[in-house]
């Protein structure tokens, strides 16, 4: 394992890593609010729950901005933006429909929302470890936290089944 060079705090090394998650997080919360816009009105049963998924990872987001004041962790604003960026250019992969919407769009969404969610669970377990050193830390916050992220990843695998179902597995539908 790699120890941090002499000069470079731990301190320093957590709002890195935090800053990192938040440009991670503002991707997600784009790409969550993309996917709840565009399943309104097609199957109104999983438009609600991306929805309600939106609202819980926008919520995650604002906790990890609160740890970060918390820690005195500045956000990288660039790093922000680079995501935010990043995200609106993913709109532009086309999945075998260049006018309109494909259905492989919505099955790609929910993958790439629940890789994002994997990544924030990862985030609240490596700060519950750094919690036994930085008293900051919330360590019962951090647990509801990362309870949440398992019961968003639960909800994540239903939904990639019903759209997979949806997408592959009806017959005679033929996605292109």
Same mark, same amino acid.
């Given at each position: 394992? /790699?120890?941090? #060079?002499?000069?470079?705090?731990?301190?320093?090394?957590? *709002?890195?890593?935090?800053? /990192?998650?938040?440009?991670? +997080?503002?991707?997600?919360?784009?790409?969550?609010?993309? +996917?709840? %816009?565009?399943?309104?009105?097609?199957? #109104?049963?999983? *438009?609600?729950?991306?929805?309600?998924? $939106?609202?819980?990872?926008?919520?995650?987001?604002?906790?990890?901005? !609160?740890?970060?004041?918390?820690?005195?962790?500045?956000?990288?604003?660039?790093?922000?933006?680079?995501? =935010?960026?990043?995200? &609106?250019?993913?709109?532009?992969?086309?999945?075998?429909?260049?006018?309109?919407? *494909?259905?492989?769009?919505?099955?790609? !969404?929910?993958?790439?929302?629940?890789?994002?969610?994997?990544? &924030?669970?990862?985030? =609240?377990?490596?700060?519950?470890? +750094?919690?036994?050193? !930085? $008293?900051?830390? /919330?360590?019962?916050?951090? %647990?509801?936290?990362?309870?949440? +992220?398992?019961?968003?990843?639960?909800?994540?695998?239903?939904?990639?089944?019903?759209?997979?179902?949806?997408?592959?597995?009806?017959?005679?539908?033929?996605? *292109?």
């Amino acid at each position: 394992m /790699d120890t941090p #060079p002499a000069n470079v705090s731990q301190r320093r090394l957590l *709002s890195i890593y935090l800053n /990192d998650h938040l440009a991670g +997080a503002t991707g997600g919360v784009e790409l969550a609010a993309r +996917a709840a %816009r565009a399943n309104q009105g097609r199957t #109104p049963d999983i *438009s609600a729950r991306v929805r309600a998924l $939106t609202e819980e990872v926008r919520a995650d987001r604002r906790s990890l901005q !609160e740890i970060m004041a918390t820690l005195g962790a500045k956000p990288a604003h660039y790093k922000v933006f680079a995501a =935010w960026l990043g995200e &609106k250019a993913g709109r532009f992969k086309p999945n075998a429909g260049v006018f309109r919407r *494909s259905p492989l769009s919505a099955l790609i !969404e929910i993958e790439a929302l629940y890789l994002g969610v994997q990544g &924030k669970a990862s985030a =609240w377990r490596t700060l519950l470890a +750094a919690a036994e050193r !930085e $008293t900051d830390l /919330d360590a019962q916050h951090l %647990r509801t936290l990362l309870d949440r +992220a398992q019961q968003q990843l639960t909800e994540l695998e239903d939904l990639h089944h019903e759209v997979a179902t949806q997408v592959y597995g009806a017959r005679g539908h033929n996605p *292109s």
